[in-house]
């Protein structure tokens, strides 16, 4: 069965809880709740997205471009696409935001890639989950909506996706994507 992303799923280890709650084109928006202490694992760049943060409840402290920046409930924080940015709650208090990717584009499979990985606890120490498995998903997807490391400048990030995603191949990591995507 395919993974229903209007079903939230966590990530114990980063403390954040996702929930789609609109899929087109146009538009993919969410609701990212962030238990205190929580975090974004890895400072990234969304490639062909604007990312929108519609910050309703707490805190959020976010790097964006290396300025050091504090979001309160009611702020609005934009993200344009090549935006290098991670993101923090500091604070006691849970933080809830409805995050927008604009545009949508394929978002909802690449989601499910990312949800897939984080159910089935494919994930490391610091609750990022398994880099040759998404990379291989993107890839199999062939996704445009593509999230990779600040510090991979596009031209490794999509190397790195075409050999990890001849490993997969190998691997035998086309039914996991089946899994999450599709089905059955």
């Not at 229903?4 to 709650?21: A, G, H, M």
């Not at 890639?113 to 498995?133: E, H, M, Q, R, S």
Request: charged content about 20%.
């Amino acid at each position: 069965m395919a993974i229903d992303l209007y079903k939230p799923f966590t990530n114990p280890i980063t403390r954040e809880t996702f929930r789609c709650i609109s899929s087109t084109e146009e538009a993919y928006m969410m609701e990212w709740t962030v238990n205190p202490g929580g975090y974004v694992p890895f400072e990234h760049v969304h490639v062909y997205q604007d990312e929108i943060f519609h910050i309703q409840h707490g805190e959020m402290r976010s790097k964006i471009n290396g300025k050091n920046t504090i979001g309160k409930a009611g702020d609005i924080v934009t993200i344009p696409q090549g935006t290098k940015h991670i993101a923090f709650n500091d604070k006691e208090e849970p933080l809830v935001c409805l995050v927008e990717y604009k545009p949508g584009l394929d978002h909802y499979i690449t989601m499910q890639c990312f949800a897939g990985l984080t159910i089935d606890k494919d994930y490391d120490k610091t609750g990022l989950v398994n880099i040759p498995k998404i990379m291989f998903m993107l890839r199999k997807a062939n996704a445009q909506s593509l999230t990779h490391p600040a510090f991979a400048p596009e031209w490794l990030f999509r190397l790195g996706m075409n050999a990890f995603y001849l490993l997969g191949l190998g691997m035998g990591w086309d039914k996991l994507y089946k899994k999450y995507t599709q089905s059955m």
